[in-house]
């Protein structure tokens, strides 16, 4: 069973940052996809960006050129520095695990941009 734990989250204005990080716990976690995901109040969980076991990214249209997702393999942690923050941003963001079929989700972690 694999565990995800978000961390910082948090009340940031409007262009300013933050890093989001999340610890997995297992093994192998350099063979994994990774990815972070955001859902707003009454819309859809949406993909915001997402890293391969070969390093390889993409990210959401909205988010390009602000967003940067990394992963530490050593440390079992993928990162999502969020710069030039909007409001729009606020949501939830969740991280994800994908391996083949299996994908586990963590429990979320609340950003909220606003003056």
Do not use: H
């Amino acid at each position: 069973q694999v565990q995800l734990v978000e961390s910082g989250g948090g009340l940031v204005q409007p262009g300013g940052s933050l890093r989001l990080s999340c610890a997995a716990s297992g093994s192998r976690f350099s063979i994994v996809d990774m990815a972070w995901y955001r859902q707003a109040p009454g819309k859809q969980r949406e993909l915001v960006a997402g890293i391969t076991s070969a390093d390889s990214t993409n990210y959401a249209d909205s988010v390009k050129g602000r967003f940067t997702i990394s992963r530490d393999n050593a440390k079992k942690t993928v990162y999502l520095q969020m710069d030039s923050l909007k409001s729009e941003d606020t949501a939830v963001y969740y991280c994800n695990l994908r391996y083949r079929s299996f994908s586990s989700w963590g429990q979320g972690t609340q950003v909220t941009v606003a003056s």
